[in-house]
C-alpha cells in the first residue's frame, strides 16, 4: 500500500555496501514479504554477511526509522482504498511488518488507516507463527473480522511474491500489483494481475 519498498531495498544496499556485497534483484524477490527476523536471516545468508541476523536487522531499522513516515502510496493505492470502504467492502492489513513499523508508516494518514477494521503484524503479533508465504498471517487476518469468512469469501492483494504464495496457500484468491522487477514466471501464480492505477 505505501511504498516501503524503495526504503527496504535503500538500507538493504547500504547494508551490503558497507560489506563489500551487492544487493540483487534476486534476493528482494526472495525476501519481500517476509517477517523482520527471516529477512534478516536471509540477508545475511544470501550476502554472507560477517554480522549476525540481529544486528542486521538492528542496523536495518536504524536506516528505516525516520524514513518511513514520509514514504509515498503506491500509486492508485489510496483511491482505491477510499473506493472500498466507500462501497461497504470490509478490509484489513497483514502486513510483515512489526508494529513500530506501522506506526511510522501511519502517523502522518491516520484519518486512512482508520478506514481498515484491523490490521496484523506478522513480525511482531504472537498469533502469527510463520510468516509469507505461509498462510498464518492471512487466516488470522480473515479470523479478526467479526463475521469470520471464510478463506474463499476472502481476496487478497498483494505485491510481493511470498505473500501472492501465501494468499493462495490460505485458500483466498489472490491478486497481484505488478512489479516490474518480479519475474514474469512468478506473476504467473496469482489469481489475476491487477494495476490499482486504472480504478
Known sequence: MKDT??????????????????FTVE???NIAGCVQKETARRLVEYMDLPITPEECLETFLSFTRDKLPDCDYMPGAEKFIRHLSENGVPIAI???SAEEEVSLKTSKKMDLFGLFNHIVCGSSDPEVKRGKPEPDIYLICASRFADKPKPCKCLVFEDAYNGVLAGLAAGMQTIMIPDVNV?????????LRFDIQQI
Open 94 to 96: 497483514a502486513t510483515s
Open 27 to 29: 534476493m528482494k524477490n
Open 183 to 191: 519475474p514474469h514466471e512468478m506473476w504467473s501464480k496469482a489469481t
Open 5 to 22: 519498498e524503495t526504503i527496504n531495498q535503500a538500507a538493504f544496499r547500504a547494508i551490503g555496501e558497507e560489506y563489500g556485497k551487492k
